[in-house]
């Protein structure tokens, strides 16, 4: 037992096995969003979910929040975050991929299922905060990364679809490491989760797939491949060679 998750028996479950274009969506081909590669690729392509943790990795604007808010809308999550059952609203800024895209599911597969995203944290707090008898009233009493963990720790405790965006933005690297272990525990547990992040640590999570996104549409790849993994290693071996180009 690791943070309310019961991970003795391992279960191997996969909530959604492939995400691709509805047959009947009305959609525009030109519409910016249709037009980022990653997006472009699901869309043309389809794209399979493994089982356990997946791992969106790509520069901004690759298409890795798009992604996301299209499978937490297609699954009936809260685009803003929350549950199927949340209803707050503050200000739309998702694409309409969500409408457009449909989910092939497991047969018989239940669980629950939550979407975080780090930049309407803010929001989902002061939300669930109102509902009544609420036991998260205490959300906005914490700091960023605290208030995060505590509600990960609450709402992702059971086998199920997970989605995150951005985790690391709320994290110090102590928290990072504690968020991989929750990863590890919920996946051993039986929980399909899918992240979109810019974090060579958090990506390092063995036993995960990781997904790089770009021109190139998106590719199954190494963690030790990835761009971002490359950057940090040489940012952190030679910071003053980034620097000097910098500030010069």
Known sequence: MFFGVDARNR?????????ELDPGADWDAD????????????????????????FLV?????GKSTL????????????????????HRTRPTESPLGAALRLVRTPGSRGDAYYLRAETTHGLYTYLEELPESRDTDLH???????????????????????????????????TLSLMARLATLADAGAQ????????????????SV???????????????????????AFLDRPDRYLRQLLQ
């Open 141 to 175: 009493d914490r700091s960023h990364g605290e208030g995060f963990l505590a509600l990960l720790e609450r709402k992702f405790t059971r086998p199920g679809f997970y989605l995150l965006d951005e985790p690391e933005a709320a994290l110090s690297f102590t928290s």
């Open 11 to 19: 279960q191997v479950s996969r909530p959604v096995r492939r995400v």
């Open 193 to 208: 989760i899918v992240v979109a992040t810019h974090s060579p640590v958090l990506t390092a999570l063995p036993a995960a």
């Open 58 to 62: 790509g520069e901004n604007g690759s």
């Open 31 to 54: 519409a910016w969003w249709a037009r980022i590669p990653a997006v472009r690729t699901v869309l043309e392509a389809g794209l399979d979910l493994p089982a356990g943790v997946t």
């Open 68 to 87: 996301i808010e299209g499978l937490a809308e297609a699954y009936g999550l809260n685009p803003e975050g929350g549950s199927r059952s949340a209803m």
């Open 211 to 233: 997904l790089e996104l770009g021109d190139h549409g998106i590719r199954r790849t190494a963690w030790s491949d990835l761009a971002v993994v490359d950057h940090f290693r």
